[in-house]
């Protein structure tokens, strides 16, 4: 009685198995192309929030195209160096933003942040936040020029940050 397992199965078998390792590692392409990619913080602009060589699950599938970015969104983005960057969404398009006092004011109303423990150092001019970009800022925001806030075009999104799975604090 012959169950399947002589010599005539071994390279069906292992078709078999070079199939289904294919398909695992298109889907883990996939995956990570478009729908979560895993970022490492690349600087302390977003202390306490996030920490310089934290690791991080980012949303790409439903962001930027298809999901309205959010006041107060975590984001990664390229800069003008093309290097990666991720800071908090203040100011949507269309916005009026200024910093003076220590404050941040949106649309002539001050926006009151919990997640930074330190205030805004730097002044900023009133100025509307052009279509199709948003303002973003580090939290870490003392002496931080780095975290200087910034105009970014939402074609240089990549996505919104989800949650920190792994920090050495």
């Known amino acids: 009685m012959d169950r399947g397992l002589g010599s005539n199965n071994k390279p069906r078998y292992f078709f078999e198995l070079i199939e289904i390792l294919l398909i695992v590692f298109a889907l883990s392409w996939l995956l990570r192309f478009y729908v979560l990619d895993t970022i490492i913080v690349p600087n302390n602009d977003m202390n306490p929030t996030l920490f310089y060589n934290d690791k991080v699950l980012v949303d790409k599938l439903l962001f930027p ?63 509307i936040v052009p279509s199709q970009h948003i303002f973003v800022l580090g939290d870490n925001r003392q002496g931080n020029f780095d975290s200087i806030g910034e105009n970014i075009p939402k074609k240089d999104l990549i996505g919104r940050v989800l949650f920190t799975y792994w920090s050495d604090k």
């Open 65 to 127: 195209d298809k999901r309205r970015v959010q006041r107060g969104d975590i984001v990664v983005f390229f800069n003008n160096d093309q290097n990666i960057n991720i800071k908090r969404v203040l100011g949507l398009e269309g916005d009026r933003i200024e910093i003076r006092n220590s404050l941040v004011y949106i649309n002539g109303k001050p926006y009151y942040e919990s997640y930074t423990k330190t205030p805004v150092t730097m002044e900023i001019s009133s100025f």
